[in-house]
Structure formats: structure tokens, C-alpha cells
T-cell receptor
Framework: QKEVEQDPGPLSVPEGAIVSLNCTYS??????FMWYRQYSRKGPELLMY??SSGNKEDGRFTAQVDKSSKYISLFIRDSQPSDSATYLC????????????WGLGTSLAVNP | EPEVTQTPSHQVTQMGQEVILRCVPI?????FYWYRQILGQKVEFLVS????????KSEIFDDQFSVERPDGSNFTLKIRSTKLEDSAMYFC????????????FGDGTRLSIL
């Protein structure tokens, strides 16, 4: 079983739509959960960073972690063409071994 | 906002040659990382570095790879004898020393092995 699974899409939505992006993971030891945005020819840019289960909101973005089902989500409200990018989920254990385990990334296009 | 910078943005090298990828982490960060992303594949962890030594490394990080912090600002990844399969985007990241801090990434170096 792969450690982090993410549907690569592509996902295409009209401007203003609510976008839902999801990942599942297999290792119950994972404690930190991240969403990164990656534009073409750029590095991953941190969007959301959460510890354990729960919700976190930042502007139009909401991250949810459900550790019981090993499911993480990112919601984008009022999506904009500038949100068009690849969204990568990542996770890691707590402690000194800090390697991030990544999903494949979902390609999102927001059409004006 | 402080950022991680990487040079060069694109490196083209003949197979078998040595290559050094350079990174300047965020100035007050103490943990440093290298990841790579082969086209169409997941981002993969290579190595983490803390207190002037390797903290963790992956199976990919074999004897052909090495890392160094040659001075107070730079962090380098050396590949001694490049192979075709080393062609990838290489990302440097850094984080604060406390466990609950996220990793911040540079824009990467695209390494092309001919």
C-alpha cells in the first residue's frame, strides 16, 4: 500500500467554485499534515500546516485532517484563476526524523 | 519574507561528471533538506542535515551523494558521478529546529544529464 495517495486529476472548475482536494495515507504514526502549492517551474509553496486531527482555516483555504480515517482535505472557497496550480499533500512523523512523505499532486485549473 | 534560494536554476551535465547544487537556506533555520522530483513522479526525500551532520537519509542517497555546509550560509548537494537517472528537479528546504515547524522550499535546480 502506498504511503500517501492523491488523485492527480486534472481538475477543472469555473471561477468562484468551491474546490475540494483530498489525500489518504496509510501510516497512523503520521502527525503533521501539509498542503503545498506548486506553480509551473517553481518550488512547493507552503499553504497549510496542521498537527493531528482537526480543521484549520486561512482566508479562502481550509485544511481538514481526519486521523481516524487517515484522510486529509483542502478546500478552496471562491476559487480564482490564480489558484491554478498543482496542489501537493505531504505528511511526516513527529520527532527528529523529519522527512516529508508526499502525494503525487493534483493539477487544478480554475477557468475565468 | 525570507526565502530559500537555489543556484543554478538549470544545470546540464555530461553523464559521469560531478555536479554541485547550491542552496542558501533561511538564515535562522537549523534543519536543511534535499528532495528531488523526477518528471511525473512524487517528490522524494533525499537527506536531512542538522548540527553539521546528516540526520536522516533515504535509500536514494547512496555513496554518490554528499552534502556539506561549507560556511554559515550555504548548503550544497554533490553528486560525484552523475547517471542519466539523476535527471530531476532538486529542491532544497529548511526549517527551524523545533519539531513543529514546517519546511520551506526553494524553486529548485533542474538537473539534466546527457
Amino acid at each position: 500500500q502506498k504511503e500517501v495517495e492523491q488523485d492527480p486529476g486534472p481538475l477543472s472548475v469555473p471561477e468562484g467554485a468551491i474546490v475540494s482536494l483530498n489525500c489518504t495515507y496509510s501510516n497512523s504514526a503520521f502527525q503533521y499534515f501539509m498542503w503545498y502549492r506548486q506553480y509551473s517551474r517553481k518550488g512547493p509553496e507552503l499553504l497549510m500546516y496542521t498537527y493531528s486531527s482537526g480543521n484549520k482555516e486561512d482566508g479562502r483555504f481550509t485544511a481538514q485532517v481526519d486521523k481516524s480515517s487517515k484522510y486529509i482535505s483542502l478546500f478552496i472557497r471562491d476559487s480564482q484563476p490564480s489558484d491554478s496550480a498543482t496542489y501537493l499533500c505531504a505528511t511526516r512523523n513527529a520527532g527528529n526524523n523529519r522527512k516529508l512523505i508526499w502525494g503525487l499532486g493534483t493539477s487544478l485549473a480554475v477557468n475565468p | 519574507e525570507p526565502e530559500v534560494t537555489q543556484t543554478p536554476s538549470h544545470q546540464v551535465t555530461q553523464m559521469g561528471q560531478e555536479v554541485i547544487l547550491r542552496c542558501v537556506p533561511i538564515s535562522n533555520h537549523l534543519y536543511f533538506y534535499w528532495y528531488r522530483q523526477i518528471l511525473g513522479q512524487k517528490v522524494e526525500f533525499l537527506v536531512s542535515f542538522y548540527n553539521n551532520e546528516i540526520s536522516e537519509k533515504s535509500e536514494i542517497f547512496d555513496d554518490q551523494f554528499s552534502v556539506e555546509r561549507p560556511d554559515g550560509s550555504n548548503f550544497t548537494l554533490k553528486i560525484r558521478s552523475t547517471k542519466l537517472e539523476d535527471s530531476a528537479m532538486y529542491f532544497c528546504a529548511s526549517s527551524d529546529w523545533t519539531d513543529n515547524q514546517p519546511q520551506h522550499f526553494g524553486d529548485g535546480t533542474r538537473l539534466s544529464i546527457l
